[in-house]
Antibody, heavy 117, light 106 residues
Framework: QVRLVESGGGVVQPGRSLRLSCATS????????LHWVRQAPGKGLEWVTF????????YYADSVKGRFTISRDNSKNTLYLQMNSLRPEDTAMYYC??????????WGQGTLVTVSS | SYELTQPLSVSVALGQTARITCGGN??????VHWYQQKPGQAPVLVIY???SRPSGIPERFSGSNSGNTATLTISRAQAGDEADYYC?????????FGTGTKVTVL
């Protein structure tokens, strides 16, 4: 079955960097676009970034543009999110999700990022 | 930027029908997707492309979309339907989520 597993979250100081990973299985990774979505504690869902099936197209929310970078390794079936210049407002649960014709059909269980001094 | 507005909360009696709205400018011209999120869990897709159900989602969940409002309908509401619900669209290379609605089954 389709599985997405995030890792790499933790506590980090403001201004520092963190890289999240999303390991996948159960589907042909190289055929699908992918997303990162985050949810601050007690808040709603916020889309963060998208990458096309081959990595040629990438889109970002204004709130992370220039600080976050999405990438993928189709040989490892893994999605990444490099987060630089982290701010307290980046504190959230980060989910990876598979794109299914503009819907997010499958989600991981999330990894928690806390930005605090 | 495109915005989607949902009511903060909706209450429904057990066995009755709940309707959750999602307002956006000419949303009827877009594909709307709906997600259910229970406390401590990841979101789950319950409706895609306005009115289609993924496999495993009960027929009690249905959707419609026209004009400036999309609607998720939950028929014969059950206690297990208590959750937060979010609508979502794609617009100008961004993916937009609604503000979210908490559904309470009384």
């Amino acid at each position: 079955q389709v599985r997405l597993v995030e890792s790499g979250g933790g506590v980090v100081q403001p201004g520092r960097s963190l890289r999240l990973s999303c390991a996948t299985s159960g589907f042909t990774f190289s055929n699908y676009a992918l997303h990162w979505v985050r949810q601050a504690p007690g808040k709603g869902l916020e889309w963060v970034t998208f990458i096309s099936y081959d990595g040629s197209d990438k889109y970002y929310a204004d709130s992370v543009k220039g600080r976050f970078t999405i990438s993928r390794d189709n040989s490892k079936n893994t999605l990444y999110l490099q987060m630089n210049s982290l701010r307290p407002e980046d504190t959230a649960m980060y989910y990876c999700a598979r794109d299914d014709f503009s819907s997010l059909g499958y989600w991981g269980q999330g990894t928690l990022v806390t930005v605090s001094s | 930027s495109y915005e989607l507005t949902q009511p903060l909360s909706v209450s429904v009696a057990l066995g009755q029908t709940a309707r959750i709205t999602c307002g956006g400018n000419n949303i009827g011209g877009k594909n709307v997707h709906w997600y259910q999120q229970k406390p401590g869990q990841a979101p789950v897709l319950v409706i895609y492309r306005d009115s289609s159900r993924p496999s495993g989602i009960p027929e009690r969940f249905s959707g419609s979309n026209s004009g400036n409002t999309a609607t998720l309908t939950i028929s014969r509401a059950q206690a297990g339907d208590e959750a937060d619900y979010y609508c979502q669209v794609w617009d100008s290379n961004t993916y937009v989520f609604g503000t979210g609605t908490k559904v309470t089954v009384l």
